[in-house]
């Protein structure tokens, strides 16, 4: 039998304030919990790497663990503030590998990332300029870090437009709004390179 979404959803909530609150065992009891979803966010970020990529879901879950055991100061608000700032930490973590092995130095088989009716086809993400994106997104968030968030929630976190104005504490049109802004802005942006 499947566990109840609503008791899941406010143990994850309790168990990320007593973590804030300095209970290290608390991790240890919600790593079970999230395990599937972080490794469906993994996943989804995995689908945007090139199709010769030496990392793995498992493996940059795993590397999300190591990096959230450090993570100090930040107050969860629920368990959407923590998934969105796993999928932060997960593209944080995809942009340091892809600079580490230069492949944008290389040429990388880069192609242009294209967002349609608000998802990026599978056939598009395989080999497209992470790092570009990356510093694209760092330029928006200087200009605007609302936009850049949504994009950051939608596309690297594979939050729904609901869950993205759950995170943010916006409206759904407000979501809706800024994801289309967002992308005209990095259509843009990306064009010029």
């Not at 040429?107 to 990026?120: A, L, R």
């Not at 759950?166 to 992308?183: G, P, Q």
């Amino acid at each position: 039998m499947m566990p109840d979404r609503t008791a899941t959803s406010r143990q994850v909530t309790t168990l990320l304030a007593e973590w804030t609150d300095g209970n290290e065992d608390a991790l240890q009891k919600l790593i079970p919990l999230v395990h599937r979803e972080l490794r469906g966010l993994a996943r989804r970020a995995m689908l945007r790497e090139r199709g010769d990529h030496t990392l793995q879901p498992t493996a940059l879950v795993n590397e999300l663990y190591l990096r959230l055991v450090d993570v100090r100061q930040v107050h969860w608000n629920n368990r959407a503030h923590f998934y969105a700032l796993s999928a932060r930490l997960m593209r944080r973590i995809l942009v340091d590998l892809a600079r580490s092995k230069g492949y944008v130095k290389r040429g990388g088989g880069v192609q242009t990332i294209e967002f349609i009716d608000d998802k990026v086809s599978p056939a598009q993400r395989q080999d497209q300029d992470l790092e570009a994106l990356d510093d694209a997104l760092k330029a928006l968030e200087a200009i605007d870090p609302r936009r850049s968030q949504v994009v950051e929630l939608r596309f690297f976190g594979g939050l729904d437009v609901d869950q993205t104005a759950e995170v943010l504490k916006v409206s759904r049109r407000t979501v809706l709004r800024d994801w289309a802004l967002a992308r005209a802005w990095l259509f843009r942006e990306l064009g010029r390179e």
